[in-house]
């Protein structure tokens, strides 16, 4: 049973950073899409940004284009978000999920957000004006 593990997020002013980790364990292989979600209060949850089993970006929120950088380690079993310039409405819990597809995980599979199904606790994240 995959494990993930979010940790990282805090308390910041507008403009700070962050850096997120999402620890995964219980892999019997890398072919898993992995990517980060957030939901803010009163909100629906939403895509953050996506990447393939190999690493490839495939998809980031027009919000957080140019301000947020997904990455993934394989050989840590880590995925990553770091986050520059943040503003009050990056504000949310910000999740790590995966989903293993019928396929080879890449574009295809991994960009259908709604299929993600295994998630983690969560870590919050905000940010004051």
């Known amino acids: 049973q995959v494990q993930l593990v979010e940790s990282g997020g805090g308390s910041v002013q507008a403009g700070g950073s962050l850096r997120l980790s999402c620890a995964a364990s219980g892999y019997t292989s890398y072919n898993y899409c992995m990517g980060w979600f957030r939901q803010a209060p009163g909100k629906e949850r939403e895509g953050v940004a996506l990447?393939?089993?190999?690493?490839?970006?495939?998809y980031y929120a027009d919000s957080v284009k140019g301000r947020f950088t997904v990455s993934r380690d394989n050989a840590k079993n880590t995925l990553y978000l770091q986050m520059n310039s943040l503003k009050p409405e990056d504000t949310a819990m910000y999740y790590c999920?995966?989903?293993?597809?019928?396929?080879?995980?890449?574009?295809?599979?991994?960009?259908?957000?709604?299929?993600?199904?295994?998630w983690g606790q969560g870590t919050q994240v905000t940010v004051s004006s």
């Open positions: 990447v393939t089993s190999g690493g490839a970006v495939i």
């Open positions: 999920a995966a989903y293993r597809p019928p396929g080879s995980a890449g574009t295809y599979y991994c960009r259908a957000k709604e299929s993600y199904n295994i």
